[in-house]
């Protein structure tokens, strides 16, 4: 079952960058995106269309769009909470808006205010604004193993949630473990029940490494045929929700893993690692990837 060929989705510049309480220029994030896609990417989230009050960082997302190099073959996703933010993508020329639900309602309720279903209606218009124009729409679930404030999420709910963004329109449904506590055997459950109504090419996993599980939870998804995953380069982007812990699973990290696996993905280690030594430098801070701090040592020592 398991793929010759993965593909990453590297959200560093969107998620990565969001939490930053430095601002980033806008002319750093381009040059983000820029190695990134030097480096063999082929799906890079590059921003979010949110309110400036809410998400500063991110205030600067037209800007960014309207930077980056777009070389043919290369998807730019956005993430889109509302239409206005949708208005704003499509101006902006994204290939893909990315949209999402929680699948615990206590982390819908503190995280945005509204139920489950609520937010879930919020988003159609957004859904069917994306496909009548021609993009596609990528769908996360949140908290999928796991939710900060109710404990353990049940799988029936990450399925169920699945199933009604699949309704209003999604394309593709991503399994977030946003806080990382997910282990290899409770992710292969979720994948097992998801993939019973989501097909095999339109699903994919998005780990935090909180509590390390992040590339033992990647392979045990590869054993089930998945092959669309979401990492951070330099591992930016930290938990929210757990002091001090590290957020989304590294970019090179992912990569070291998958070409020792003997998994082709048409990405070049060395030079991602040096654009997450790029953003990294920029930030005032080491990579936080064990691969890159490993590979960058090596360097210095020959």
Known sequence: MRPTHVTLVDV????????????VPAATKIELVHRLQAAG??????????????????????????????????RHSVLTP????????????????????????????????????????R??????????????????????????????????????????????????????????????????????????????????GHFHDTYGQALTNIHACLQLGIHTFDASVAGLGGCPYAKG???NVATEDVVYLLHGLGIHTGIDLDALV?????ISGALGRKPVSRVANALLAKRTTH
Request: proline letters at 5%; aromatic letters at 4%.
């Open 12 to 23: 560093g510049p969107r998620d990565g960058l969001q939490n930053e309480a430095q601002p």
């Open 41 to 74: 990417l082929k799906h890079i989230e590059v921003t979010s269309f949110v309110s400036p009050k809410w998400v500063p960082q991110m205030a600067d997302n037209a800007e960014v769009m309207a930077g980056i190099p777009r070389p043919a073959g290369v």
């Open 82 to 121: 509302n239409m206005m933010g949708f208005e704003g993508a499509l101006a902006a020329g994204a290939d893909e808006v990315v949209i999402f639900a929680a699948a615990s309602e206590a982390f819908s309720q503190r995280n945005i205010n509204c139920s489950i279903a609520e937010s879930i209606a």
């Open 123 to 204: 988003f159609r218009p957004v859904a069917e604004a994306a496909r009548a124009h021609g993009l596609r729409v990528r769908a996360a679930v949140s908290c999928a193993l796991g939710c900060p404030y109710q404990g353990e999420v049940g799988t029936d709910a990450v399925v169920d949630v699945a199933q009604r963004l699949l309704d209003i329109g999604a394309h593709h449904i991503g399994i977030a473990d946003t806080i990382g506590v997910g282990t290899a055997g409770r992710v292969s459950a979720v994948m097992e029940a998801t993939l019973k109504h989501v097909p095999l090419a339109e699903l994919s």
């Open 245 to 247: 812990a590290t957020g």
């Open 274 to 278: 040096d654009a997450g030594a790029f």
